[in-house]
């Protein structure tokens, strides 16, 4: 048997005078109170005399402290397989995610969809770029889920403009933020944008082994873009209609992963969690050594307790007579 924390043991030592206090103290009342007057103020019949009660103290205290010292035993080391995957999530967050043909916006649904992703992903690790002509880091990977979940939901772009959706540079972020990782597992919540040829982000997504997992949203027909005039307009003043772009789904076939359109279904994006870790599970798994300790301290804690109720234990074996 080990200890924890040891250094408690040392209050061990406190006990000595501890017991020399509590056993000297009948003999202290004795040269105060006359023996017959004495008799009267004790239960001389209790069930448990008064020398018994400071033993029982004594020992409730002991026991006290070798539950503060932690006692344990080491039962050996312990080899388990783990399996993480690691996911980079990225938002979208040009000018045409703020369109109205999906409500409220095509941003407000992602980030609806990206908490039931995150709720149905407890095995992985997370992280959150956004990215438009730039990129934006929002969150490294974590399993912390209730801070990214309020980090998601309180992204806000509306006074930024970001013009141009570059998919380019959220595979550049996402594998300078996994440079550890064999495989890298990328979620884009995204409407396409507006290439038609996707050729440079797949020959990148090959190379740097990045597998693509496209949530695309939008509808075909499209929508306006909300702005203080009412509708964003071009330089010829004409009303601006964003439309969803498919052709992004050769980024995310040809690199490996899945592509799925939005719908108003609740468990849509369920499918997609479920393909990554179709995908990446049974490459992810580690083996590591943990140690068996099995905590003992609640043994001398009860132990403890047992004994304090037993030493304040007072009720007499019968009623004493009326003096």
């Given amino acids: 048997m080990q200890f924890r924390s040891p250094e408690f043991l040392l209050l061990l030592l406190l006990l000595l005078p501890m017991g020399l206090l509590l056993f000297r103290k009948g003999n202290s009342l004795k040269e105060y109170f006359d023996a017959e007057v004495l008799k009267k103020l004790q239960y001389s019949d209790a069930l448990i005399s008064p020398l018994l009660k400071s033993m029982l103290l004594l020992l409730a205290a002991a026991s006290m402290i070798v539950a503060l010292a932690r006692p344990y035993v080491d039962e050996g080391e312990v080899k388990v397989s783990t399996s993480t995957i690691d996911v980079m999530a990225a938002f979208d967050i040009s000018r045409s995610m703020f369109a109205n043909d999906v409500y409220p916006s095509r941003l407000a649904l992602a980030k609806k969809k990206f908490k039931s992703f995150s709720e149905d992903f407890k095995e992985a690790k997370i992280g959150v770029i956004g990215f438009s002509s730039r990129a934006f880091l929002i969150s490294p990977l974590t399993e912390d889920f209730g801070t990214l979940d309020y980090l998601v939901n309180h992204m806000n772009f509306d006074s930024v403009t970001l013009r141009g959706t570059s998919v380019m540079n959220a595979l550049e972020v996402t594998n300078d933020l996994m440079k550890e990782s064999a495989k890298k597992a990328l979620v884009l919540f995204t409407d396409g944008g507006d290439k038609d040829d996707f050729s440079e982000e797949i020959a990148y997504a090959k190379e740097h082994h990045i ?87 609640i043994y001398p804690l009860m132990l403890a307790m047992f004994l304090l109720l037993m030493s304040l234990y007072s009720l007499p074996t019968k009623r004493r007579d009326d003096v």
Avoid: C, W
Wanted: net charge negative.
């Fill in 211 to 297: 597998v693509v997992f496209v949530y695309n949203i939008g509808t075909a027909k499209g929508g306006v873009i909300p702005d203080e005039n009412g509708a964003m307009t071009d330089k010829n003043g004409d009303i601006v209609v964003v439309r969803l772009n498919e052709k992004i789904r050769t980024l995310a076939l040809q690199s490996g992963g899945a592509y799925m359109k939005y719908s108003l279904k609740t468990n849509d994006i369920d499918a997609l969690a479920q393909a990554i870790k179709q995908r990446f599970s049974e490459k992810n798994v580690e083996d590591s050594t943990i140690k068996d300790v099995h905590e003992l301290f």
